[in-house]
């Protein structure tokens, strides 16, 4: 009952953001895994996002709200702020951070157009995270807290039906008065479809549906400069998405559940994780992906 009443409360959320036409940059990609898409030259993204997890030690829920603009059809610049609602002794995770505030760099460095409608592309993200106000749940909440530094590497195809992304990317805390927040490796894989019967173009809503795996690998937590016991682990998850294209708005969401984990036992086992995204985009010049 605690998930639907969440999960309630997030729809709401969404609901309320879309009047102010504020979004979570995901609209033009999957909703947990890394793709290569960045925006158009002269393109705004408003983009806001509301996610959850689960697990033994309760509930995790936050919002994460972000501008980006596009200064070429391969180079973007983006800020993002956290939220958090309620917090969990969950494990760390950079893909379902409600802690830090993030800038980010993306350059899309290769782009090979095959034929029309395809194309095989890849993009590097880099950025800093400034620790926010509130903190996470558990062991996480306890230490003192230092920004930190990340970078991301997508690569992958795209068609008018078919999408196949990988990516890789790492996250290093600094340290703060003998505390430091684990080293986080993700990686994640995703598959997606553009069904042919909503294939549609404007007015029409355009759907595509996801598969994406995640992976999540963190090192050991820092505390008064001694390395905690049972704070290393790992786990992959897997689970649907779905991606809806309006105009200038998008809106996905899907859930994704563990299917592997070691170690880690300092923190509650994750049971689910979900995500609502919308996006709104605003074109000040022409341009293309």
Known sequence: MKAVAHFALLTILVCLIQAPRMAWAGGHGPVFGLATPTNSKGEWSFDFAAFGRTGAGGSEVGTRSMITYGFTPHLQLSFAAPGLLSVAPLPPSQS??????????GWRFHHNASKVGTRFESTVFAGLTEPGVQRAGGVMGQLRRAPGIFSEIA?????????VWGGIGGTRYFQAGGDRRPDVLS???VYGYRPFPLRQDYPHWDWRVFAEMTGENWGRTRHFDVLMPGTAGQQLLLGPTTLGIYKNF?????VQFPIYRAGGSAFARERARYAINVSYFLFTNHGSH
């Open 187 to 189: 990686y994640s894989l």
């Open 250 to 254: 998008a809106i996905e969401g899907g």
């Open 155 to 163: 690569t992958g195809m795209a068609s008018r039906s078919h999408y």
């Open 96 to 105: 379902m951070n409600g802690e830090d505030f993030t800038s980010t760099l």
